[in-house]
């Protein structure tokens, strides 16, 4: 069976939706971009009216949330809690501080000189209950990342409601849901050289999700990772990682620790790193990876 791709813009990256050529392709091409537009409007930072917004202009009281906001936010705080604060949504003011504090193109035009930070690790203090958010006084959330994931799992599956099989690709985070033929090839992209490709992988089923400090980076060390343990952008010696999980919000958590952690961590997470020197991966090129 042939196939068909649709490509469009959305929360700063390239979405792609890539299914078969059925006459329901074009239908569930716009459920994604549908999904992934409401979304942004939700967990956009830059956007003064999306939740994320109101959340953190609110520090230090209640606000009121959507279900699928309180559920990203309590996903986040269990990844923070999982991974002992190296994965932390309270990131923000430490991220601001490197200068990105406006869309990452905006901020490359004019960047601004950095500030000094201290480390986040509030994470602990955020309360998320049924319908509401409370974050504590001068605290802020970036959810970029997991609410990414989070955007590209809830597109797959609805768009696998009216596919026998589909992959939505957002920025090199996919997720392939249904039984596709054959299995998917995905290129691990090279991060000093946007043409190449440092290793391929066969996907059967699941996700994968990459962490990069070149993608979003505007000056020397100067990029939107935030290393929790000093509130700085990171600085492991790790260009990018690559992790591979059943959910694209699964493998964003555990991509950024992968990334933080460095080469210890593939003894018990599937991916591939990317250091200054090597490439090292803890699953096989072109074998599956569900």
């Known amino acids: 069976m042939s196939e068909r791709r649709e490509r469009f813009r959305a929360m700063g990256t390239d979405v792609e939706v890539l299914g078969p050529a059925v006459p329901r392709f074009a239908e569930a091409a716009d459920r994604v971009r549908g ?3 409401r ?3 939700r967990f956009s930072r830059f956007l003064p009216t999306s939740e994320l917004s109101r959340v953190n202009a609110r520090a230090g009281r209640r606000t009121p949330v959507s279900p699928s906001f309180a559920a990203v936010a309590a996903e986040s705080l269990r990844a923070a809690r999982e991974t002992d604060g190296l994965f932390d949504p309270t990131v923000l003011p430490a991220l601001i501080a490197a200068g990105y504090d406006r869309d990452i193109e ?3 035009r004019a960047p601004a000189a950095p ?3 201290r ?3 509030r994470w602990s203090d955020v309360e998320v209950g049924r319908g509401w958010v409370r974050l504590p006084a001068g605290a802020g959330l970036d959810l970029g990342g997991i609410a990414k994931g989070w955007t590209v799992d809830a597109a797959a599956l609805a768009a696998w409601r009216i596919l026998p099989w589909v992959v939505v690709n957002a920025g090199g985070d996919l997720r ?5 033929p054959d299995p998917l090839e995905v290129g691990v992209e090279d991060p000093t050289d946007g043409d190449a490709f440092v290793v391929r992988l066969r996907l059967e089923a699941g996700a994968l999700a990459t962490s990069s400090i070149a993608r979003r980076s505007w000056g020397p060390g100067l990029h939107h990772l935030i290393d929790p343990r000093t509130g700085l952008p990171a600085s492991t010696g790790v260009l990018q990682a690559t992790a591979c999980a059943s959910t694209c919000t699964r493998a964003e958590v555990l991509a950024k620790t992968l990334l933080l952690s460095g080469p210890s961590a593939l ?3 599937p991916g591939v790193l990317v250091t200054e020197h090597d490439v090292l991966t803890s699953v096989e090129p072109s074998a599956v990876a569900a």
């Open 35 to 37: 999904i992934f537009a």
């Open 39 to 41: 979304e942004e409007r």
């Open 106 to 108: 905006e901020v490359r």
């Open 115 to 117: 500030r000094p930070s």
């Open 119 to 121: 480390a986040a690790g």
């Open 176 to 180: 392939l849901e249904g039984e596709r």
């Open 267 to 269: 003894g018990s997470i």
